[in-house]
């Protein structure tokens, strides 16, 4: 039986122990923000805004097309006949209220959406592996001293079996005992499923799947004080969330425009050339009455208010997460110092107990208390700690801080170009 106690006792001093093959939670960060094929998605939507850019481009450019006519029946008046054959057929517009011009502001302002949204996603992406990773840890601090007090009730057990073997009457302590140890190796059980759930949706971004032994404290030595100093951004409106958000709004200010420009009139130049005869002319296009084109301003009006009411969104879910994970890291802080405290108090309380019933001065019932109060201050204690990450991982979020704070260095061309247009 004591055999047994010591080997338990080992495995909690071995959970606790730093691993030499530990994996960093920076270095998790790095590879998926080099792997990961979400941000080659947001790498491909830049492509394509860009590619929309031209095609808005485009519209101050001739159309050339080769055409071919076979007539059946023709009569003409003023005209002479028209002729079966080949002909180029070309159209260039010459005016066009600014329509073309404003769409082409409209989608160059998406390339910019586009460009800061991978910012963002990495940002976020970095949050969400980030979360796992805590998760998992926080799970693995909670198994440690969890199979700690499973160590102190295995030992007790132990001795009130011999005792039983000798006075039978003991055996409803016994019992008392076996029910609480096993609400110990349930609660570790529980532990475990949720550590080896976040360690298996980690492995998503990861090259094998982690181990307990590869989780350690990714901000060890992290005082709440430095921690906001060092990575307090200074101005929000600088966030690729905020950047994003402000160039889909200039975005659909500029779609307004345009829609509004497309209800005028189209004027055009327009020629003919086939091997007989050509002919170059003027042509203008309006539609009088066309109740799409004027629903699709409203539409973009509506977008564009829609657009400036989420800039003010994030501006304030910025300020408010920045305040409140900066709050709780200092609560927390004081919270660990105090449950530091509690515990060498209460593991005092469990040798005066342990000591007590064994000379008859303290009941079972006392001294398994004493047990669950000392495993409580100390779940409050890891509760603590890992509420504090939380807070220091939600405070690098707001401040959009991740990236730097992970010491990553995008050398993509795409973000490159975007860094020049800005």
């Given amino acids: 039986m004591y055999k047994k106690c010591y080997l338990l006792l080992a495995g909690c001093l071995f959970m606790q122990m730093p691993s030499a093959v530990a994996m960093p939670l920076k270095e998790v960060l790095k590879q998926a923000f080099t792997l990961d094929p979400t941000l080659d998605e947001a790498k491909a939507n830049i492509q394509v805004a860009q590619s929309q850019t031209k095609i808005s481009e485009a519209g101050h450019y001739p159309i050339i097309s080769l055409a071919g006519t076979s007539v059946i029946n023709q009569k003409h008046v003023y005209t002479s006949e028209r002729r079966s054959g080949p002909s180029v057929v070309g159209r260039l517009n010459l005016y066009a209220w600014g329509a073309i011009e404003a769409e082409v502001e409209r989608d160059r302002f998406r390339e910019g959406y586009y460009e800061h949204r991978y910012d963002e996603t990495r940002e976020l992406l970095g949050q969400q592996i980030a979360q796992l990773y805590l998760t998992a840890l926080r799970a693995k601090e909670n198994i440690a001293i969890y199979e700690e007090s499973l160590v102190r009730h295995e030992k007790i057990l132990g001795d009130l079996e011999v005792i039983a073997r000798h006075d039978e009457g003991r055996y409803s302590d016994v019992n008392e005992a076996l029910s609480r140890r096993n609400q110990v190796e349930s609660t570790i059980l529980s532990q475990k499923r949720i550590m080896h759930t976040a360690l298996n949706r980690l492995s998503r971004y990861t090259p094998r799947v982690l181990e307990p032994e590869d989780l350690i404290d990714p901000f060890v030595k992290v005082t709440a004080a430095s921690f906001t100093k060092q990575y307090k951004n200074p101005d929000i ?177 795409l973000t490159n170009q975007s860094s020049t247009k800005k």
């Fill in 237 to 413: 409106k600088t966030t690729p969330s905020y950047l994003a958000q402000q160039q889909e709004s200039e975005s659909a200010r500029a779609a307004v425009k345009a829609a509004a420009a497309r209800r005028m009139p189209a004027i055009n130049l327009e020629g003919n050339v086939s091997r007989r005869e050509h002919e170059l002319y003027l042509s203008a296009s309006w539609d009088i009455f066309n109740p799409a084109a004027k629903y699709t301003e409203q539409q973009s009006f509506y977008s564009q208010r829609a657009a400036e009411a989420r800039l003010q969104e994030i501006e304030l879910t910025a300020k408010e997460q920045a305040l409140t994970s900066e709050a709780d890291m200092h609560r927390n802080e004081q919270l660990m110092a105090v449950t530091k405290k509690q515990i060498k108090l209460q593991e005092n309380v469990v040798n005066d107990n342990e000591l007590k019933f064994s000379i008859a001065s303290r009941t079972l019932i006392d001294l398994l208390d004493s047990y669950q109060e000392l495993t409580n201050v100390q779940a409050a204690r890891v509760a603590a700690h890992n509420d504090f990450r939380d807070a220091a991982l939600l405070y690098l979020v707001s401040q959009a801080r991740v990236t730097e704070w992970v010491g990553f260095t995008d050398k993509s061309p």
